[in-house]
């Protein structure tokens, strides 16, 4: 964790200046971002330790912000809104939220509330389990670490989001329209032209990397596929039996 946690607030401009007081002064670094998509952008480029979330987000829906940042880590979560909603508050918490908090709480227990929150996350940072792991891949999202067949992968921010996109939905095809979505955050049809290039420079890296081909199919017609991984063979010259590993090396001619 870095010396000063970083928390991220998700909020339009103006609104919850509350938030400001609570994160003013206590030794964290806060960074603002006004719309769903740069609340995401924020949270890939700089992997904060607390997440608050205002509903009022415009852009993304911040219910979409909620459940993308879940499904890839355990960072916490504080949801706020200007009102009170239990049906908001119900789906807040079962949508992955640590907290939600309304402005109609009393200021006086308002801040309290969301330094408690910030303390919590300022004592450790959350346990993230590796987005992937399926034996041939592992992808972590909070370090940004890819390594395929025991090799590193240097890629770019764009290649590690399209690689862990078709990894997360192995064995599916995810159309061009979806991986703008998806990678890019833009509308579908925008310019499938940049999944196509992105794809080859990330099959040419894993390639080079590896020795291997990459494992990035192409569907024709419909788009692209991680396939779902096949069980791990026994390297080459040894042979597997039920003792484990024959280590006796190859025989010869």
Sequence with gaps: ????????????????????????????ETLVVHSGESALRALYKHRPDLLILSLRLGGLSPWEVLSRVRDMSDLPIAVVDGSFDVRDAVRALNSGADDYVTAEVPQALYEPMLRARLRRAAGGAPEVMPLV?????TLDLRAHEAVLDGQWLDLTPIEFALLTALARHAGQVLSADQLLHMVWEVPPGSDPARVKYTVLRLRRKIARTTGRPAPVETVRGLGYRYPVPEAPQAPQGTSTGPLGPDRTGPSGP
Excluded: K, Q
Excluded at 3 to 21: F, M, Q, R, S, T
Excluded at 133 to 137: A, K, M, V
């Design 133 to 137: 792991e399926d034996g041939r891949l």
């Design 1 to 28: 964790m870095r010396p000063i946690p970083l928390i991220l607030i998700a909020a339009p401009d103006g609104v919850h200046p509350g938030l400001v007081g609570v994160t003013s002064g206590e030794g964290y």
